[in-house]
């Protein structure tokens, strides 16, 4: 397969380097400086973290555009002997909702958690920590390396949710905790195998070694990572930890985890199925097998985000249906199609990020000033809480791929793409999947504009204000889901230009 | 074969068979903790084994993943030790809900009001 | 054929506390049989050819895990009963042959991984091949602080995020003296303090500096070093306060932060990033290392914010 592997390669600019470099070790230094006491620690490690951030990309951004993409040995030591970091626009891509989402979010934590006062202490740390490792992460082209990306991830995410401190926030992290504690064993194991049958760690370079070894060890090996990051990315039906950790935790923090750190594990998926596995190993079956997982997590996920009381709930069942789609691409990596498939899994990896974020904010807000998210206590909601219920709908309208927005592109070209290789059934799938969505999506609308019954509503009276960053925060992440409908010229053209390559059909 | 080797792989076998089945069968966090942590030692002693740990110095590169596991496992449960206890604070034991699926699709979160 | 026999006696051994650990009643019972395992398990790193992990499963995994065990079943004690009977994940009937399948399927993934011929040019033979390079003769060293030093910054943000975790979760503190065995002073705890702790640094400065060309390094060295810190912990030398001290941070980031920055420095006189400029920057990282995860160790054990000398 044509990867970007066998395209000359050179190591960009020194600058671009150190831009790479910044990017994870920014926050990562920052986080240390938010470990000492005091205010002026806290915030110069929040701002000097995060905010370069957006700044560095934009020149990683322009060399991958104008160059390709790009290696960086650590320590100066080639793969295999050491461990690089690689860029292609897919990593571009996911840094930069690192960056947005992150950033915003933590804008939005800002109030909830004041910086170097009382849980502000516990918060920016962790946060810190969770930005680096997941930009560590999504540069990372070494396998070893990424398992201890992973756990980095998970120890801080798990903590974030836990400082809700809610009974249910703590016995989720426990579940959670224990179940991506196996979910790590499994890609570690995968990992122990791939590397005595390759010799490398590289996640480039295994490919080279995998014609070799015997197909046994090679499909178990994969099956044990694919495994592990299905575990880890709740895909159906693996999913059982996610909802209730993703709807107990704080706002922000249940923003961040549905938008980025779920998405970890896909990325890792795409990265293990579209990089490193060569057309030598049939993978024709088990792209399929991971797209009927899609399915079942689109349909699953659907169903069940339309029974829950509880809009973070709703949102959280939401996120199980909609990495269905990422998965749901897989088996048209052989068809004529493949660009056109890729660009929608990409894009909707972007928008739903985007939107997802915005939804759990604007529900934070709206738990904050109501004190309940139950949908039955939502009535009235475009007086009470105006802004927040905007921003929701905006949301809803990317989530259920409505024009003009950017899930509505990234549903287009998923829907033109099983036209084209003729997949009738993921395009039924797709249909269906997306009349859930417009379904759950509704029922919260309509919960929100409700007014029968004045006496069983709380009274107005009892609305606790939202500082107006706040609300603006989950209102920008939301136009920005909606803005990714327009826009989108120039960065589906980048995100084709990082296409895996694709088989040659049998 | 060296039989040593072949010795070893039994061990690292059995240890991850015995751990899963531990995990999946325990009624208390903590004893899960410990299965977790059984299944992650049969990983490490397999991936020293095939490294070639019985004929020699194993292989660098495992020894170093290892020794990289070891801490990250001790990291691991450290943080799941200090979750148990507040969990324990909070309800009273120690057990962890088994029915998870019908759990997630009936529970609500009545204590964050 | 002696060495035959220890291997199987050993094997059977680990088998045994691993089952152990799994089906003992009593919950007290399977820690001291897992914390038996991992004293086994450090015999077998020996007997594999591999004493740097010998030493380390001794120590962390042994040891320090098995510290904490033990501390967190007595914090547990407070709160109520311990064998309090949950529902399973999945009844024994379903579980034996997952569990068997997944052992047959390592088995036989094992046995088939033993018969391949090696691999030309892995990254292990590549790595005793440019050893010199780094500047040490322990490859393990050099893979930690050389050719991998990334994966071993990344494992002390690990060891950094369960500190903060577990410092997230816990509840509010009462300072004051740990839970630990009643303080009936022994005459004798003092004289053998005296002894332990000062023998606690020296292992772990040898085993700091041995770690270039012999079996050790940071991570064991910074195991023994806390091990100190925890029977000072135990015999109420320290006590638990309730904020860490501005020391006790820096402590807790040194490793990292040190480690970042000397990797960012080399970067910015225009050498490649991490690339450790000799053997003094790779000792100046080890012991910011050291202290780090001695101090990280001995305050995950406490489970208190910070600590302070007992008046």
Request: glycine content about 10%; hydrophobic content about 60%.
């Amino acid at each position: 397969m044509a990867t970007p592997l066998q395209t000359p390669l050179q190591t960009h600019s020194t600058m671009t380097s150190e831009a790479l470099v910044a990017v994870i070790f920014l926050p990562l230094l920052g986080a240390c400086a938010a470990v000492m006491p005091g205010r002026f620690p806290a915030r110069l490690g929040i701002v000097a973290g995060l905010l370069p951030l957006p700044g560095l990309l934009v020149a990683v951004t322009l060399a991958v555009w104008h160059d390709g993409p790009a290696w960086l040995e650590l320590g100066g030591w080639a793969a295999p002997l050491g461990i690089r970091l690689f860029v292609d626009p897919l990593a571009v891509l996911m840094l930069w909702m690192v960056a947005i989402i992150g950033g915003i979010a933590a804008a939005h934590a800002w109030f909830d958690f004041p910086p170097g006062t009382g849980t502000g202490q516990k918060f920016w740390p962790l946060w810190l920590l969770l930005i680096s490792a997941m930009n560590a992460l999504f540069l990372s082209a070494d396998l070893f390396n990424l398992y201890v990306c992973l756990e980095l991830v998970t120890l801080t995410a798990i903590p974030l949710i836990a400082l809700a401190g809610s009974k249910t926030a703590i016995r989720a992290s426990m579940r959670y905790l224990l179940l991506a504690l196996l979910a790590s064993l499994l890609y570690l194991l995968g990992v122990a195998l791939l590397y005595n049958a390759t010799g490398t760690l590289d996640l480039y370079l295994v490919s080279d070694g995998l014609g070799a070894a015997p197909p046994m060890v090679v499909t178990t090996a994969l099956a044990l990572i694919s495994l592990g990051l299905l575990l880890k990315g709740a895909v159906f039906p693996l999913h059982i930890w996610l909802p209730q950790a993703h709807a107990s935790a704080p706002g922000p923090v249940s923003a961040v985890l549905s938008a980025l750190v779920v998405k970890t594990a896909i990325y890792l998926l795409y990265r293990l199925w579209l990089w490193s596995v060569p057309a030598t190993v049939a993978a024709e079956g088990a792209l399929t097998l991971l797209a009927v997982l899609g399915a079942g997590a689109l349909l699953y996920g659907g169903v069940l985000a339309l029974l829950q009381e509880r809009l973070k709930l709703v949102i959280a069942y939401s996120t199980v249906a909609q990495l269905g789609y990422l998965l749901l691409i897989l088996p048209m990596a052989s068809s004529s199609a493949w660009p056109i498939a890729w660009q929608g899994g990409t894009y909707q990896l972007l928008s739903h990020g985007l939107a997802k974020a915005a939804m759990f904010l604007a529900a934070a807000n709206i738990l904050h000033g109501l004190g309940s998210d139950r949908l039955s206590d939502l009535q009235r909601l475009d007086q009470r809480q105006p802004l927040s219920l905007f921003a929701l709908a905006m949301a809803g309208v990317s989530i259920m791929g409505l024009p003009p927005s950017g899930g509505f592109l990234a549903k287009w070209l998923l829907l033109e793409a099983t036209w084209r290789s003729g997949q009738w059934w993921l395009l039924a799938v797709l249909v269906a999947g997306s009349l859930l969505a417009a379904a759950y999506v509704f029922r919260i609308l309509a919960a929100t504009l409700r007014r029968d019954d004045p006496t069983e509503a709380r009274p107005a009276a009892e609305t606790r204000s939202i500082p107006a960053a706040q609300t603006a925060c989950a209102l920008l992440l939301a136009l920005l889901a909606l803005a990714a409908g327009f826009a989108a010229a120039p960065l589906l053209e980048f995100i084709e230009a990082g296409t895996p390559g694709t088989w040659s059909s049998p | 074969m060296n039989p040593t080797a072949v010795i070893y792989v039994l061990t690292a076998a059995a240890i991850f068979g015995i751990g899963l089945y531990g995990l999946l069968v325990s009624r208390q966090i903590l004893r899960q903790l410990l299965t977790i942590n059984l299944m992650g030692g049969g990983i490490f002693l397999l991936l020293i084994t095939l490294g070639g740990g019985a004929e020699g110095p194993p292989d660098p590169v495992p020894q170093a993943m290892v020794l990289t596991g070891i801490v990250i496992a001790v990291s691991a449960t450290a943080f799941a030790l200090a979750l148990l206890l507040r969990w324990q604070e909070l309800s009273g034991s120690s057990e962890v809900d088994g029915d998870a699926v019908t759990d997630a699709v009936t529970d609500a979160l009545d204590d964050d009001e | 054929m002696i060495g035959l026999a220890i291997d199987s006696v050993l094997a059977l051994g680990i088998v045994w506390m691993a089952l152990q650990t799994v089906r003992s009643d009593s919950l007290f019972q399977a820690m001291l049989m897992f914390i038996v395992f991992g004293l086994l398990m450090s015999l077998a790193w020996a007997r594999l050819h591999a004493p740097d992990l010998a030493l380390a499963e001794a120590a962390i995994g042994a040891g320090i895990t098995g510290a904490l065990l033990l501390v967190t079943w007595r914090r547990l004690q407070v709160h109520g009963p311990d064998d309090s009977n949950g529902p399973r994940l999945m009844t024994r009937w379903l579980a034996l042959p997952i569990a068997c399948a997944s052992a047959l399927l390592v088995i036989i993934i094992g046995w088939t991984a033993l018969q391949l011929p090696a691999v030309p040019g892995t990254a292990g033979e590549l790595t005793l091949q440019r050893l010199e390079d780094i500047g040490v003769s322990n490859p393990v060293t050099g893979v930690l602080l050389g050719f991998r030093a990334y994966d071993t910054l990344m494992e002390m943000a690990v060891l950094l995020a369960a500190w903060l975790g577990a410092r997230a979760v816990a509840t509010e503190f009462r300072p004051g003296v740990l839970p630990g065995p009643a303080h009936a002073e022994v005459p004798l705890v003092g004289a053998l303090l005296s002894l332990v702790v000062p023998i606690s640094i020296l292992v772990a400065v040898y085993l700091l500096q041995a770690g270039g060309s012999a079996p050790g390094g940071a991570f064991q060295g910074g195991a023994v070093l806390a091990a100190g810190g925890v029977l000072l912990c135990l015999t109420g030398r320290l006590e638990a306060a309730a904020q860490a001290s501005a020391l006790e941070r820096v402590g807790v980031i040194l490793g990292l932060a040190v480690f970042s920055l000397t990797g960012l420095i080399v970067m910015a006189t225009g050498g490649p990033m991490l690339a450790l400029p000799g053997v003094w920057a790779i000792y100046l990282v080890e012991t910011a290392l050291l202290l780090s995860i001695a101090l990280t160790l001995v305050l995950l054990f406490a489970a208190a914010p910070g600590l302070r000398r007992a008046p």
